[in-house]
């Protein structure tokens, strides 16, 4: 009885296991067709045209091509996410990729991208403008990075003949991209004192090497330099030019003909003519009250 007991016991469990199984490959095959169902609809979804960017609309800068910039974006739309929905689908774009890649554009600031709409993603951005060089010496093949008129060094400038932007070198800073090198207040006070100088005066500024965070030597063409404090008013310090060379003792002083005018001590002026010869200081007060005697 024990023997025949086991042998019926064995074939009813045969028999519950075949129902079983179907029901698992039944199961499972019902859910891989709704998965693929699922695939199909959410490709066949994602790719109809009110859901996908079409256009992308770009507005801001003077210098950086827009070309650019919407290949760039066009760039990060390619292709899917998972092989199945487009990067293009107007609620799944890539926006943190696009705002890195075009982050590279170095002269690119205050970015916005935003969607327009379910079929329009709309760019904006600022650019930064070239107002100087920021250069590590002062030969005319050394490394520079441009900077705006804010002082912020943003950008690798490329090798540049001729004067169109004034040269600076800072001898305690390495040259280092994307970070303030001047305040934009001691940039508005050098550019007053070259324009008033080169205004009335036959002097041409060709660069600046600051040795420190007030003092600057600025190099002429043809020779010579104003050592100048730019905490001292642009205007007070060529005041005490003026009337430096109003002097008939300073009258012939142009350009080639002495080493330095160190105009660093308020009115206290000194001219160094050449590298044999002794300096010489002038008093601009004394020079005025001169004049004004003479008057």
Not at 15 to 34: D, K
Not at 270 to 282: D, R
Request: with cysteine; charged share 20%; aromatic share 10%.
């Amino acid at each position: 009885m024990q023997r025949l007991w086991r042998r019926q016991h064995t074939g009813r469990a045969r028999r519950t296991t075949a129902p079983s199984m179907g029901r698992q490959l039944l199961w499972g095959g019902l859910g891989m067709s709704l998965l693929l169902l699922l695939c199909v609809g959410t490709w066949y979804v994602t790719r109809l045209p009110f859901f996908t960017i079409t256009d992308i609309h770009i507005t801001g800068g003077e210098t950086v091509s827009h070309t650019k910039i919407r290949g760039m974006v066009e760039a990060q739309l390619a292709g899917t996410y998972f092989l199945v929905v487009p990067r293009t689908f107007t609620y799944l774009y890539p926006h943190e990729q696009i705002q890195e890649a075009l982050r590279h554009e170095t002269r690119i600031h205050s970015l916005v991208i935003q969607r327009e709409g379910n079929n329009t993603l709309a760019i904006s951005f600022e650019e930064y403008i070239p107002y100087a060089l920021w250069c590590e010496n002062e030969t005319r093949t050394a490394r520079c990075l441009f900077v705006d008129d804010t002082g912020y060094a943003f950008s690798p400038a490329p090798p540049m003949r001729g004067g169109a932007f004034m040269r600076h070198v800072v001898e305690a800073a390495e040259l280092t991209n994307r970070t303030h090198i001047f305040d934009a207040a001691s940039l508005e006070n050098m550019e007053t004192f070259i324009a008033l100088l080169e205004s009335q005066y036959p002097f041409r500024v060709l660069g600046a090497t600051h040795s420190n965070e007030t003092d600057i030597a600025y190099r002429l063409s043809g020779g010579g330099q104003f050592l100048v404090n730019n905490t001292m008013p642009a205007t007070a310090v060529f005041e005490n030019i003026v009337a430096l060379l109003s002097a008939p003792e300073f009258a012939h002083i142009a350009p080639g003909n002495f080493d330095y005018i160190d105009l660093r001590f308020g009115n206290k002026v000194f001219v160094h003519e050449g590298i044999e010869e002794e300096i010489a200081s002038s008093s601009v007060e004394a020079m005025n009250a001169d004049e004004a005697a003479d008057n």
